[in-house]
């Protein structure tokens, strides 16, 4: 096959998505895995990809401005998407190179004969730029949907609840790309350790990073680094790549060495292996999920950070099970709409639908209910969400509260990214009354 260039191949990415809906990383690891592309191809390639899908309705919005009958067929419209992302978010390419690119592309993809109108609407931009920056800038406040490329319904229930300043901080929170934290794992290596090895072996840059809900010299932003699943000292399991607010639920679990932990909703094993470093892999965890393919990543996460105290269980935890009882701690991390990590997962604000919070509470609750009677009198069940939905989060717990007897509810907390820093979470601890 001959070389392709980074933009053709954003468009066939961008093309296929909108056909199969497949997961976008999906389609980026699968097609970038076929192209030899130098690194900077590739970063170009994959911003062009996350970027056009996260500013997606801004770019419709300015495409359609400058056409008769929106939207164009698909390719056209993902062409017009790359050539106006590059001229008004990305610095880095000169604009007249990012017209003459797209022009050229559209060309290359057969749209020959729709190269003009490419090339009409992008010069037009070009020469109109310091006015469409400005209308960019009034649209985050007279359409906050539009100038932050959001779905509307979801945009009006942020308004509702947080008022315009905190909303745009959400939505600006959203369309930044996330930083990747490592959290160190003790079980295989000591903070000073890889810090060493990191800085001198890897060529990573990172700061410490601090929040209440975990021990200092834990968990590290990784400013600069190599591919991470390249890196040895994540092939040898000395650290684990997940956001900071992730680590909340389990702290609110108050696990000591000894227990015996539940964990219903396990996969890929974010908390799972960070409870077995807190338990130091004394006590036993049962890690429980119903999705195969993820119940594998599980396994190997499991296996790369060297737990050796968690017995992993192909279970739906929705359905009733009287085989297990008396375990001091149950973890319910429950499946939701991810709104408080939709700046991770570009694509999932097009995914969701406004009766996704109608759906999603029935299951949370289901799973609340049967795992409930797994903790033992005086236990803990801690319930937590990466959503930033009230219908998710303490709504389920109030309707757990009363309709199930004998729980406390001990402590609750959302973290918020606008007030946090970190991604959305939601976390609640009931403690069964002994
Ligand atoms: C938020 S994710 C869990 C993330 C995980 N705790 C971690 O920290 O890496 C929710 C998980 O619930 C699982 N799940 C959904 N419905 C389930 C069910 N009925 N029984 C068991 N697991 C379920 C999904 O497969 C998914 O892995």
């Known amino acids: 096959m001959s070389a392709q260039r980074p933009r053709e191949i954003a468009v066939r990415i961008l093309t296929q998505h909108a056909r199969t809906g497949l997961f976008l990383d999906t389609l980026l690891e699968r097609e970038l895995a076929e192209q030899p592309l130098s690194a900077a191809d590739r970063r170009l390639c994959q911003e062009l990809v996350y970027g056009v899908v996260r500013w997606r309705a801004t770019l419709d919005w300015l495409i359609a401005r400058k056409t008769d009958n929106p939207p164009q067929p698909q390719k056209l419209q993902d062409i017009l998407r790359i050539g106006l992302y590059q001229i008004f978010w990305l610095d880095r390419i000169p604009d007249h190179a990012a017209v003459h690119e797209t022009v050229e592309l559209a060309k290359r ?64 929170w959203n369309n930044t790309p996330a930083r990747n934290y490592g959290r160190v794992n003790h079980l295989k290596t000591t903070t000073a350790d890889i810090l060493r090895r990191w800085r001198s072996e890897e060529n990573v840059e990172c700061d410490v990073f601090r929040r209440d809900w975990f021990d200092d010299e834990l968990v590290y932003e990784l400013r600069r680094h190599p591919p991470l699943a390249k890196m040895p000292s994540f092939q040898d399991g000395w650290f684990y790549v997940q956001d900071p607010s992730t680590l909340l639920a389990v702290w609110s679990l108050q696990v000591r060495p000894g227990q015996r932990i539940l964990d219903t909703c396990a996969a890929p094993g974010g908390k799972t292996t960070y409870i077995a470093q807190l338990l130091r892999n004394q006590g036993r965890i049962l890690a429980r999920d119903n999705d195969p393919e993820r119940l594998e990543m599980l396994r190997e996460n499991c296996q790369r950070l060297g737990v050796t105290c968690a017995e992993i269980q192909p279970t739906d935890a929705s359905l009733p099970d009287w085989a297990r009882a008396g375990f001091d701690r149950v973890l319910v ?28 509470p029935a299951t949370q609750l289901q799973l609340l209910r049967q795992t409930a009677p797994h903790v033992r009198l005086g236990g803990l069940l801690v319930y937590s969400t990466c959503s930033l939905e009230p219908e998710e989060n303490e709504q389920v717990v109030r309707a757990f509260l009363q309709t199930v007897p004998g729980f406390a509810l001990e402590h609750e907390r959302i973290l918020l990214p606008f007030v946090d820093g970190v991604d959305g979470a939601y976390v609640a601890r009931l403690r069964r009354k002994a």
Not at 123 to 142: C, H, M, V
Not at 143 to 151: F, I, K, Q
Not at 336 to 349: A, I
Request: charged content about 25%; glycine content about 6%.
């Open 109 to 172: 993809l057969g749209l020959t004969a729709q190269a003009g109108f490419v090339n009409a609407i992008l010069r037009s931009y070009l020469r109109e730029a310091p006015a469409t920056r400005q209308l960019l800038q009034d649209l985050q406040i007279t359409a906050p949907h539009l100038g932050w490329s959001h779905p509307e319904w979801l945009v009006r229930r942020w308004l509702d609840r947080w008022g315009p300043d905190r909303t745009r901080q959400l939505l600006h």
């Open 333 to 360: 991390d429950a499946p939701c709409s991810n709104t408080g990590v939709l700046r991770r997962r570009v694509d999932l604000r097009w995914r969701l639908q406004g009766d996704d919070l109608q759906r999603m």
